[in-house]
């Protein structure tokens, strides 16, 4: 039986520590601060893909993640009860004018190629509904691969089928076999100091949870804002991106301006209550892309970082390609994702 220690309960430690358990590893999860205490304890949760056209080896990882995801919450959250709060519902986002749909109208055709049968991208009627953004044409982008979760009931789920197995997050404990760090803005700020440029940087972000049932709705992206009507009856709005800011954890008028977007785009929201106001960094690497592999100069040490705005999206094919590498030896990880692409 191989031994796996992960250190950090965010989205990447907890699925590849789920990945690992599943395969019959003896699996022990570290964090100091407890589960998703960092920026996996967000409100968002949106699981959208990358525009198609451009296609590289993100986007294609990105999508066959994406597919993944179903089968894989659902495997979670049968294993311990808790409720992830996925659901493949989709995606509207608005056309402003002429040169929105001429754009729109080519990726619907690039999509044909490069999503084949999985999912459409298409334009359409702005539906007649009150869960619709404001769209000048009236017309609006709808794609059948984007999904949602609750950020924080996924990771409740992960961790209550863990718990299953036996695994428990301990704030501390000795390396116990082959080591994956997992560990987010403090991983990343580690690894910088050791090497004469820097390896990534943490980026802050605001979001908010509204009182607004909308459930089973598909999501909205408007105006560089996620609405997120989430399985629990509220609505997650966000976020921000603060390379620049004092202090990590607290909120201020840049969530308001968020919020105000959110109304303008989604007239249903003006009077839905703000339920939770939320701050946090998340760890984005030197290459935008998530950095996975063997930590170089340390035997049987590992990494998972560098998830930013994509992290949940990413988790499923993330856990299967590091439990590849660190059961198996088997290396799935794509170029641009690799550790050493960002030193």
């Known amino acids: 039986m191989v031994e796996i220690t992960v250190r950090g309960a965010g989205i990447f430690g907890l699925s590849v520590a789920w990945a690992c358990v599943r395969r019959g590893a003896r699996v022990q999860v570290v964090d100091p601060h407890g589960p998703a205490a960092g920026s996996s304890g967000g409100l968002v949760g949106a699981l959208a893909p990358h525009v198609p056209e451009n296609w590289n080896a993100k986007k294609a990882f990105q999508l066959e993640s994406l597919l993944m995801a179903a089968r894989f919450w659902e495997e979670v959250e049968g294993a311990g009860g808790g409720l992830s709060g996925y659901k493949r519902s989709g995606r509207l986002q608005p056309i402003a004018d002429e040169a929105g749909l001429s754009l729109a109208l080519g990726r619907s055709e690039t999509a044909k190629d490069l999503w084949q049968d999985h999912a459409t991208w298409e334009v359409t009627p702005a539906p007649k509904t009150t869960w619709v953004p404001n769209s000048p044409s009236g017309l609006v982008i709808r794609d059948t691969l984007s999904a949602l979760i609750h950020p924080r009931h996924a990771c409740d789920a992960l961790v209550r089928a863990l718990a299953v197995r036996g ?15 997992a560990t987010g803005v403090a991983g990343l700020e580690e690894m910088t100091a050791a090497h004469h440029r820097s390896i990534g940087n943490g980026v802050k972000g605001q979001a908010a949870l509204l009182q607004h049932d909308a459930r089973g709705a598909p999501q909205i992206f408007a105006g560089g804002v996620h609405i997120i009507p989430h399985l629990d ?3 997650g709005v966000g976020s921000t991106s603060e390379r620049e800011y004092d202090a990590p954890d607290t909120t201020d008028a840049l ?17 839905a209550p703000v339920i939770t106001r939320w701050a946090g960094v998340r760890p984005r690497s030197r290459s935008r892309a998530p950095m996975l592999g063997a930590w170089p100069d340390r035997q049987d040490h590992f990494i998972a970082n560098g998830g930013f705005k994509i992290g949940f999206g ?3 094919k993330v856990a299967e390609v590091m439990a590849d590498l660190m059961l198996e030896g088997k290396d799935a990880i794509p170029d641009g994702f690799r550790v050493e692409d960002n030193l």
């Open 167 to 181: 695994v428990t997050v301990t704030s501390d404990a000795p390396d116990r076999g082959r080591t994956l760090w």
């Open 233 to 235: 009856g509220t609505v």
């Open 255 to 271: 969530l308001d301006e968020v919020i105000a977007q959110a109304h303008a785009a989604v007239p249903a929201l003006k009077e």
């Open 314 to 316: 990413m988790a499923p």
